[in-house]
T-cell receptor
Framework: AQSVTQLGSHVSVSEGALVLLRCNYSSSVPPYLFWYVQYPNQGLQLLLKYTSAATLVKGINGFEAEFKKSETSFHLTKPSAHMSDAAEYFCAVSEISHGNKLVFGAGTILRVKS | DTGVSQDPRHKITKRGQNVTFRCDPI?????LYWYRQTLGQGPEFLTY????????KSRLLSDRFSAERPKGSFSTLEIQRTEQGDSAMYLC????????????FGSGTQLSVL
């Protein structure tokens, strides 16, 4: 069965500092991997996805993630945090054979300090 | 394209009452998904449709839950004899089956069972 583990339920960074949100997955087949962001009282918005093309994936708002098969990881990074990045971030894995059904991690709340 | 819309945004009900939520997907999307999200957790898969066919149901979906998508367009999720444990955010998402694995989420319906 697929699963996702997000290390750290809360991460706090200073404005302008590096953002690193960790995600490890397990999957019996080559996975599709996603990062979503959720702002308060809103639905989830796709940041980026990995679907077996380039291992370094660039997304919206300056975020990127690197797929590392040997580490079964898909960590999300941003070189310089902005106050508007404060939100909850979810990593998810899917199998195309299961109708794109997503399995989500528990989420990481990012706080950006001024 | 108005995105995925859900109605109502909030629902407060008494234990034992029935509730029904509606989801209108993006018009050209033939896949529709229901997820449930509780505080501090990632969204959990409940069920999904391809057109009007319900292709998969999670074990989380007890007999009190039923979902329909009668004409392959909008969908409803009904919970009968609500319990306090049903209190959660119910999220709807849609996607195409053209090889794009992205799910687009609505803003959700927040259910509170008193």
């Amino acid at each position: 069965a697929q699963s996702v583990t997000q290390l750290g339920s809360h991460v706090s960074v200073s404005e302008g500092a590096l953002v690193l949100l960790r995600c490890n997955y397990s999957s019996s087949v080559p996975p599709y991997l996603f990062w979503y962001v959720q702002y308060p009282n809103q639905g989830l918005q796709l940041l980026l996805k990995y679907t077996s093309a380039a291992t370094l994936v660039k997304g919206i708002n300056g975020f990127e993630a690197e797929f590392k098969k040997s580490e079964t990881s898909f960590h999300l990074t941003k070189p310089s945090a902005h106050m508007s990045d404060a939100a909850e971030y979810f990593c998810a894995v899917s199998e195309i054979s299961h109708g794109n059904k997503l399995v989500f991690g528990a989420g990481t709340i990012l706080r950006v300090k001024s | 394209d108005t995105g995925v819309s859900q109605d109502p945004r909030h629902k407060i009900t008494k234990r034992g009452q029935n509730v029904t939520f509606r989801c209108d997907p993006i018009s050209e999307h033939n896949r529709l998904y229901w997820y449930r999200q509780t505080l501090g957790q990632g969204p959990e898969f409940l069920t999904y449709f391809q057109n009007e066919a319900q292709l998969e149901k999670s074990r989380l979906l007890s007999d009190r839950f039923s979902a329909e998508r009668p004409k392959g367009s909008f969908s409803t999720l009904e919970i009968q004899r609500t319990e306090q444990g049903d209190s959660a955010m119910y999220l709807c998402a849609s996607s195409s089956n053209t090889g794009d694995e992205k799910l687009f989420f609505g803003s959700g319906t927040q259910l509170s069972v008193l």
